[in-house]
């Protein structure tokens, strides 16, 4: 198998945690090489959503990224968006879109004048990323919401489709590839006035306690992951989620780049 060209670089076989931070004002962060601790990157705090927010929801089409097609903090979020009647929602999903017509169905009544818009997405595929960022970018007149969502936790051993680590190649390699490739259509809409444009990457802050110490060990992503623990592969996808968000937020502030902890529930990411 070819090993994938990496999204992140190191000049040594693990990264010792000398991301850039989120730190806007460009403050010295500390790494493994001074001999502190590796930098463990700190969750955002996304601004609440709520009636007569100056973003103009009747003209935004914010998408989300729901983990499974029925169920989980996806279709949580789509309707936490819905009662704002926005113009737009694409549900982004990997299963066949004929199984997802209860939860359109369901989805639309709570926001009838939004037209709410499946979007086939496999995380695990680029090509399949690519596709939809390609839709999203030719039919979307504006995007005004980015809602990085979908992950997976503890499955069996294997590589996506690309030849990444499953977990890594997932949570985080799907998710990077789907900013990068709407970048273009999210900074021009927040060029527009009265824009408030936002991406929200849903992480976790079991990155601090199952992470590998190196942050991420980038010798295990073009592998199974078997020398790796399920949790540590788990924690490492976490670790590059959030700081990609830091340092997109660094380059790109005119958008808000946001890596939220959601909480502790019981939903459909971790294998049964």
Request: glycine share 6%.
């Amino acid at each position: 198998m070819t090993a994938p060209a990496p999204l992140l670089k190191s000049s040594t076989t693990t990264v010792q945690a000398n991301f850039t931070s989120q730190s806007r004002n460009d403050q010295p962060q500390p790494t493994a090489q001074d001999g502190r601790r590796p930098i463990r990157p700190r969750q955002r705090h996304p601004r609440p959503l709520r009636q007569g927010h100056p973003c103009n929801w009747r003209n935004t089409n914010p998408v989300s990224l729901p983990p499974t097609g029925n169920s989980g903090l996806g279709e949580a979020i789509i309707k936490a968006y819905a009662p704002h009647n926005p113009a737009t929602i694409y549900l982004a999903a990997r299963r066949d879109p004929a199984t997802l017509a209860p939860l359109l169905e369901r989805l639309q009544a709570l926001a009838p004048r939004t037209t709410i818009t499946l979007l086939q997405l496999d995380l695990a595929s680029l090509a399949s990323v690519a596709a939809a960022a390609a839709r999203v970018a030719a039919d979307a007149p504006r995007l005004d919401i980015l809602h990085l969502n979908g992950g997976i936790s503890a499955l069996p051993r294997a590589t996506t489709t690309d030849g990444y680590e499953l977990q890594f190649g997932t949570n985080f390699v799907g998710h990077a590839l789907l900013a990068k490739l709407l970048a273009p259509k999210l900074l021009e809409t927040a060029a527009l006035p009265g824009a408030d444009v936002r991406v929200v990457a849903v992480s976790s802050v079991a990155h601090r306690v199952f992470a590998p110490r190196a942050g991420v060990e980038f010798d295990s992503l073009a592998t199974d992951g078997s020398a790796l623990g399920a949790m540590a592969l788990y924690g490492q996808s976490m670790v590059a989620k959030t700081l990609y968000m830091h340092e997109l937020a660094r380059r790109y502030p005119q958008v808000s780049w946001t890596s939220a902890h959601p909480g502790r529930f019981a939903c459909c990411v971790v294998a049964r």
